[in-house]
């Protein structure tokens, strides 16, 4: 049994450690807990606190010498990054509230995916009521806190980082919308590009192949059909039919 200021609503295992971070919502803190230790003795446990700064959820840079924190529990228009090292903190304004964090192999980059308010965006409303009622994904550079925002068209479904992990793919469906594509995402530039499916996606993944790796995607399709993505070259292909036999009885 471990002793804290309050019920941690998050809690993130270091890989390769002993060590763990709480994030305790309470309290507006976060807890390094050094296991075995902290279960004989509290005064190992080691607590940084985010004064006003709201806290619900983190997540941990693959090397885990920050975390970004967040809540998806009130609209909250902002994130805060953690240095554990030094025990310090700096919150980030975003334009919308945040409702899941994905962090970037490197450590370097962040997707943020918000939150989205009732109704549908208009053209030539004013910007905060369009993006407020879109759905929408920031890309968020970790060390300097710089952000864009992408809105798009359909909530965002599966993901996948790039074999390189400089690249982000995100595939979009709504069958209502007729949107059916991948968003491609270049992490190193933060430029975005999409392609459109001849069917409406439903998984995306890469496939490791040394010197020229590729990112599926799956789509619905009576007869089956996959798209691939050459990472190398950017070249795009489609196989469609593989699933006949299937219909024979």
């Known amino acids: 049994l471990v002793a804290l200021n309050d019920i941690p609503t998050d809690l993130d295992i270091v890989p390769g450690t002993h060590r763990a971070v709480a994030v305790i919502r309470g309290t507006s803190e976060l807890a390094l807990l050094d296991l075995p230790a902290a279960l004989d003795d509290p005064e190992s446990i080691t607590t940084i606190a985010l004064g006003d700064e709201p806290a619900g959820q983190a997540e941990l840079t693959p090397d885990a010498t920050r975390a970004l924190v967040f809540t998806s529990a009130i609209e909250r ?8 090292e030094a025990r310090t903190f700096v919150t980030h304004p975003l334009r919308k509230g945040v409702r899941a964090v994905v962090i970037a192999p490197d450590g370097q980059n962040a997707i943020i995916f918000h939150t989205k308010i009732a109704g549908e965006p208009v053209p030539g409303e004013p910007e905060d009521d369009f993006i407020a009622k879109s759905h929408a994904y920031s890309l968020f550079e970790i060390g300097s806190g710089y952000s864009k925002i992408e809105t798009v068209d359909a909530e965002p ?5 790039g074999e390189s992990g400089d690249r982000f793919y995100l595939v979009l469906s709504d069958e209502a919308k007729d949107v059916r594509q991948v968003e491609i995402v270049h992490l ?6 999409f392609l459109r499916l001849g069917s409406h996606p439903e998984h995306v993944g890469t496939i490791p192949n040394e010197g020229a790796p590729k990112v599926y995607v ?6 089956g059909r996959m798209t691939f993505i050459d990472e190398t070259t950017g070249q795009v292909r489609t196989v469609t039919g593989f699933e006949l036999n299937s219909l024979i009885e």
């Open 77 to 84: 228009k902002a994130i805060t990054v953690v240095d554990l």
């Open 157 to 161: 479904g599966e993901f996948a980082f």
């Open 218 to 223: 799956s789509q619905k399709y009576p007869v």
């Open 188 to 193: 190193d530039s933060f430029r975005t590009q």
